[in-house]
């Protein structure tokens, strides 16, 4: 059973570090890829997302530990066949201006030796097929990340990694970049996407990986990460006409509310015994952005 | 090898889209023909052809020009692309990096091959359309626009190296033009300072050899004017008489190596750098 879970990883990540002269970018990072699954990469500008994906290419390398990606190095000469099945969208991705869409996308997928011929597909795909022939010096913020993400899909890649690919996108276009993710991981592909905003990924991705200082300080779905950070849910009622005495452990608000934190598994609990007159029951959770601000805090 | 052909041919298609190969292309045409029609003028009773007169003016013009097209296409290559960001997308495909820069290298040889190729190759034959007779002086001109092509190689991969070497942009092109300064101008003001103050006293002609090698633009300017009788004669002071101990293979030789050593240096530190 193990062993085929093993097999399962796509990239694997050994007590990984990188220094810059003196600075220390990424700090012993142990992190593991797997097929089918999509990961947020998350953390503040600097916080080392941008180098694990360059050491997750080969294109810098480990000052320790080890990466594999489908068990090769990738920095390695013979990563050829790994990087076949490897697709990348860099931070700001920067395309040839004088090339044409069409151009460009034949260009990588040459590269990649692909068939030309699934080219106006892609382009059909990620929207830009309209402006396939202009030349991508012309192109709008939004059409060259839509054409970045073409290269990135060219020979149906096994693993996809995307810096901050929704910087820049319009909310529509985000709907539909994010429908392609969900296309691309139900065909089994690994898809890692970094973000500097935790809330932007609710609902995409199925494990986030916090990063603060090059250092991983939490790894989880979103509910896991609710419950490490340890921010208690509270619940809130307007009761009207109830003696307030009773409740022991509610404050009262200013506006006459009665608030109380608890635990998650007695949300259930209290909400059975407030009273029939209860009103305007509301239960607060964390939003990601205090979880994430909660994970920054607790690694300082 | 066929990712080497794809990157060049990129490179090509892109100096064709921002009008490098024309302009190069149209700069040398323009000066090779002024050169051959006002500078073959005064040839006039004396009994040698307008090609030959040409070969002179041309291959020292050449000594300026080629250097510095060279330099300008190649300083970019390499830090440019880092810095725009494109050079990290290209290593992220199954690319390894000696044939990005060899990629590269044969596609910018190929714009100033052609450049050079086309452009003096319409001078000459201009020349010869006008009606005066070349027939001794066309392998020589053939053999100037070959060791043209390969001179512009040279500085490319010279170009190259100062690529690879340094961390911005800027840096690379102040470094390109003090690079073409110091090999174009000021070795050989240097050399013939030295020449004059030494009076002959220390230099010996084998020491003035090797000094003229380690410079590939005195090496192409030896090839061109003392290699033909019928160019020699007219190259005067410029054939320094010391290229006479020097065959044109051993020419060929020194920068053949000018051009390869920069070049296999500049694939080894680009291979160490961080993308």
């Known amino acids: ?300 | 090898m066929r990712q080497v052909f794809i990157i060049m041919g990129k490179e090509w298609r892109d100096g064709m889209r921002n009008r490098w190969v024309l302009a190069t292309t149209a700069l040398l045409a323009a000066l090779a023909l002024t050169l051959a029609f006002l500078g073959s003028a005064p040839t006039g009773a004396v009994k040698t052809g307008a090609l030959a007169v040409t070969i002179v003016s041309l291959s020292s013009l050449t000594i300026f020009l080629i250097p510095l097209i060279a330099l300008l296409l190649s300083y970019d290559a390499i830090v440019g692309e880092i810095d725009r960001g494109t050079m990290a997308l290209l290593l992220s495909y199954p690319v390894a990096r000696w044939q990005v820069v060899f990629g590269k290298f044969f596609g910018h040889l190929a714009i100033l091959g052609f450049a050079t190729v086309i452009g003096y190759g319409f001078a000459g034959l201009a020349l010869q359309l006008a009606g005066s007779d070349n027939s001794g002086a066309w392998s020589a001109f053939m053999f100037m626009i070959g060791t043209s092509a390969l001179l512009g190689g040279v500085f490319v991969a010279i170009g190259y190296f100062i690529s690879t070497l340094v961390r911005d942009r800027g840096t690379a092109g102040g470094i390109a033009i003090g690079v073409w300064l110091f090999f174009v101008l000021l070795y050989d003001m240097a050399l013939l300072g030295g020449l004059v103050v030494d009076q002959g006293r220390n230099v010996t002609p084998q020491m003035l050899n090797v000094l003229l090698l380690l410079n590939p633009a005195d090496v192409y300017r030896l090839l061109n004017l003392t290699t033909s009788n019928d160019v020699s004669g007219f190259a005067g002071v410029a054939g320094l008489g010391a290229g006479a101990g020097l065959g044109s293979w051993t020419l060929m030789g020194a920068l053949a190596a000018w051009m390869v050593a920069p070049l296999v240096a500049s694939v080894a530190l680009f291979a160490r750098r961080q993308v």
């Not at chain 1, 022939?133 to 192109?139: A, C, F, K, P, S």
């Not at chain 1, 810096?163 to 065909?187: C, H, K, M, N, V």
């Not at chain 1, 592909?189 to 300080?217: C, F, P, W, Y």
């Not at chain 1, 029939?276 to 994970?295: G, H, N």
Request: some cysteine.
């Open chain 1, 1 to 300: 059973m193990k062993h085929e879970f093993v097999n399962r990883d796509t990239v694997v990540l050994r007590a990984v570090s990188r220094t810059y002269g003196r600075q220390l970018a990424v700090d012993a990072v142990d992190l593991n890829l797997r097929a089918g699954e999509c990961i947020g990469l998350v953390g503040h500008n600097g916080a080392g997302k941008s180098t694990m994906i360059k050491m997750m290419l080969g294109l810098i390398r480990p000052t320790r530990g080890s990466v594999q990606v489908f068990g090769e190095d990738p920095s390695a000469g013979a990563a050829a066949k790994a990087r076949r099945e490897l697709g990348y969208l860099p931070e700001n991705v920067a395309l040839h201006p004088s090339l044409t869409g069409a151009e460009t996308l034949a260009f990588y997928a040459r590269l990649k030796g692909q068939p030309a011929a699934g080219n106006e597909a892609l382009l059909e795909r990620v929207g830009i097929a309209a402006a396939a022939d202009r030349r991508v010096g012309t192109y709008s913020k939004g059409m060259r990340q839509r054409l970045g993400l073409a290269q990135a899909l060219l020979g149906n890649p096994r693993a996809l990694l995307l810096d901050e690919p929704t910087t820049g996108l319009d909310p529509a276009l985000r709907q539909s970049f994010y429908e392609i993710i969900g296309e691309l991981r139900r065909d089994g592909a690994t898809i890692l996407l970094s973000s500097h905003a935790l809330a932007e990924l609710e609902g995409q991705v199925d494990r986030v990986v916090v990063m603060n200082r090059g250092r991983k300080v939490a790894d989880g779905g979103i509910p896991e990460l609710r419950s490490l950070a340890a921010i208690p849910p509270r619940i809130r009622f307007r009761a009207d006409g109830v003696e307030i005495d009773k409740f022991a452990g509610w404050t009262t608000m200013l506006d006459g509310r009665l608030e109380r934190a608890c635990a998650e598994d007695e949300v259930a609990a209290i909400l059975r015994e407030l009273p029939k007159s209860a009103r305007q029951i509301e239960i607060l959770r964390p939003t990601l952005d205090e979880l994430y601000a909660q994970f920054q805090k607790g690694a300082e």
